[in-house]
């Protein structure tokens, strides 16, 4: 494989040592090799550069005076979907996995960049080229931990591999995108999935501690459409949690300060993004960007239900108040958390509109984030697209 000298001389960061992004590294591996010759133009906190790489990836920018497109960024079409036999142990049904294993199984890739767990932690991330689909299977179910999925590029040069598959969120995918050309590779396909608010692992465990019945037994968690944190336990059990219910006061430093400082929830660098946010309760959300994207669906479209995407409901008044109540870390007694819950989910926003209500809800509050504690980063980092969909809403000082 022919690889761009200059990096060949930069050596890796020693784990441990001080991160060019400094307290805002994402931790997403770039810097654990020698492609950190490149972090300065390529790390998503450093040098943020939608436009300029949404070009390079789908051919133009999206088209900002398109609702949808600027909340969601460029793509072809959105729909609703779920596999008509799901993956048992999956997060949802398996539609993640099921990409992943019929790229390799069909030859389209030789590898397939996803993250298992150690063994000693079922949360604690653990990247790996997967090359058999009982690898991919391994990866199955989300880790909502900071994870270092680049931390594997070295591996693709000694590998020998041409067409590589990556599986990743938002700050990995630009740091990858930006670095793409100096891989060697014939072909790079990108399964994205939206992202928001993760920990290190010591704030995993604050979040679970503070926020579960039994800390110990919970197998995945998401941030459902009904407002309510959904744990899955290990006997198989489900614990519902509303949103206003969090213990806001105790969890409000929780999160990592690249995640409070991103504007990427959608992962809008991906050629395929698969989630939850913009669908109906107990559907996968699928947006396909671009030609390579469809390229990959098209592998498993026979193994899917699908219903159009749908818009209900008015976000913006729930968007408004959750801005002061978030700043100032009001938490309500759980009664009255689930009292609200109860009638939001019946009058608030669904679909699309509940994808719009998590994009402006958490847009707003990074954006106070930013502008308080990186004043000098505000202009710059934040993208035209977030500026437009926060400047909707009155932000306190």
Same mark, same amino acid.
């Given at each position: 494989?022919?690889?761009?000298?200059?990096?060949?001389?930069?050596?890796?960061?020693?784990?441990?040592?001080?991160?060019?992004?400094?307290?805002?590294?994402?931790?997403?591996?770039?810097?654990?090799?020698?492609?950190?010759?490149?972090?300065?133009?390529?790390?998503?906190?450093?040098?943020?550069?939608?436009?300029?790489?949404?070009?390079?990836?789908?051919?133009?920018?999206?088209?900002?005076?398109?609702?949808?497109? $600027?909340?969601? *960024? #460029?793509?072809?079409?959105?729909? /609703?979907? &779920?596999?008509? @036999?799901?993956?048992? !142990?999956?997060?949802?049904?398996?539609?993640?996995?099921?990409?992943?294993?019929?790229?390799?199984?069909?030859?389209?890739?030789?590898?397939?960049?996803?993250?298992?767990?150690?063994?000693?932690?079922?949360?604690?991330?653990?990247?790996?080229?997967?090359?058999?689909?009982?690898?991919?299977?391994?990866?199955?179910?989300?880790?909502?931990?900071?994870?270092?999925?680049?931390?594997?590029?070295?591996?693709?040069?000694?590998?020998?591999?041409?067409?590589? $598959?990556?599986? *990743? #969120?938002?700050?990995?995918?630009? /740091?990858? &995108?930006?670095? @793409?050309?100096?891989? !060697?590779?014939?072909?790079?396909?990108?399964?994205?999935?939206?992202?928001?608010?993760?920990?290190?692992?010591?704030?995993?465990?604050?979040?679970?501690?503070?926020?579960?019945?039994?800390?110990?037994?919970?197998?995945?968690?998401?941030?459902?459409?009904?407002?309510?944190?959904?744990?899955?336990?290990?006997?198989?059990?489900?614990?519902?949690?509303?949103?206003?219910?969090?213990?806001?006061?105790?969890?409000?430093?929780?999160?990592?300060?690249?995640?409070?400082?991103?504007?990427?929830?959608?992962?809008?660098? /991906?050629?395929?993004?698969?989630?939850?946010?913009?669908?109906?309760?107990?559907?996968?959300?699928?947006?396909?960007?671009?030609?390579?994207?469809?390229?990959?669906?098209?592998?498993?479209?026979?193994?899917?239900?699908?219903?159009?995407?749908?818009?209900?409901?008015?976000?913006?008044?729930?968007?408004?108040?959750?801005?002061?109540?978030?700043?100032?870390?009001?938490?309500?007694?759980?009664?009255?958390?689930?009292?609200?819950?109860?009638?939001?989910?019946?009058?608030?926003?669904?679909?699309?509109?509940?994808?719009?209500?998590?994009?402006?809800?958490?847009?707003?509050?990074?954006?106070?984030?930013?502008?308080?504690?990186?004043?000098?980063?505000?202009?710059?980092?934040?993208?035209?697209?977030?500026?437009?969909?926060?400047?909707?809403?009155?932000?306190?000082?």
């Amino acid at each position: 494989m022919t690889l761009v000298s200059p990096h060949k001389k930069a050596k890796a960061l020693k784990p441990g040592s001080r991160r060019p992004a400094k307290e805002l590294c994402s931790e997403c591996g770039l810097c654990d090799t020698y492609y950190i010759h490149y972090v300065k133009e390529a790390c998503a906190f450093i040098n943020q550069q939608f436009d300029a790489l949404e070009q390079q990836t789908h051919g133009r920018d999206r088209h900002l005076d398109q609702e949808n497109e $600027l909340y969601f *960024g #460029v793509h072809r079409h959105m729909f /609703a979907a &779920r596999k008509i @036999e799901p993956i048992e !142990g999956a997060q949802w049904t398996g539609i993640v996995s099921s990409i992943a294993i019929a790229m390799l199984t069909n030859g389209l890739v030789e590898g397939v960049v996803c993250v298992q767990n150690t063994k000693e932690d079922r949360f604690q991330p653990q990247p790996i080229i997967a090359t058999t689909p009982a690898e991919v299977l391994a990866a199955k179910v989300n880790k909502p931990t900071l994870s270092p999925n680049l931390s594997v590029l070295e591996q693709i040069e000694t590998s020998g591999m041409k067409r590589l $598959l990556v599986i *990743g #969120v938002g700050c990995q995918i630009q /740091a990858l &995108r930006a670095v @793409e050309k100096q891989l !060697g590779l014939e072909k790079l396909y990108v399964l994205g999935t939206p992202c928001v608010d993760n920990v290190t692992r010591a704030g995993l465990q604050k979040f679970l501690d503070t926020t579960s019945r039994s800390p110990d037994t919970v197998v995945h968690y998401e941030f459902m459409q009904d407002f309510r944190i959904h744990f899955k336990h290990a006997d198989g059990s489900i614990e519902k949690v509303p949103f206003f219910g969090l213990k806001t006061n105790q969890l409000k430093d929780v999160f990592a300060p690249s995640c409070m400082s991103c504007f990427d929830y959608v992962n809008s660098l /991906a050629d395929l993004v698969v989630g939850y946010m913009g669908a109906p309760f107990g559907w996968q959300w699928i947006v396909v960007r671009n030609q390579t994207g469809a390229e990959m669906l098209e592998l498993v479209k026979d193994q899917l239900e699908t219903q159009p995407v749908m818009s209900q409901g008015n976000r913006k008044e729930a968007v408004q108040q959750s801005i002061p109540a978030y700043d100032k870390g009001i938490t309500l007694p759980m009664w009255a958390a689930k009292l609200m819950g109860v009638v939001i989910e019946k009058i608030g926003p669904k679909g699309l509109e509940y994808a719009k209500f998590s994009i402006d809800s958490h847009f707003t509050r990074n954006y106070l984030y930013t502008k308080r504690n990186y004043p000098e980063k505000l202009a710059k980092h934040v993208p035209e697209f977030a500026k437009r969909i926060v400047s909707q809403y009155k932000l306190p000082d």
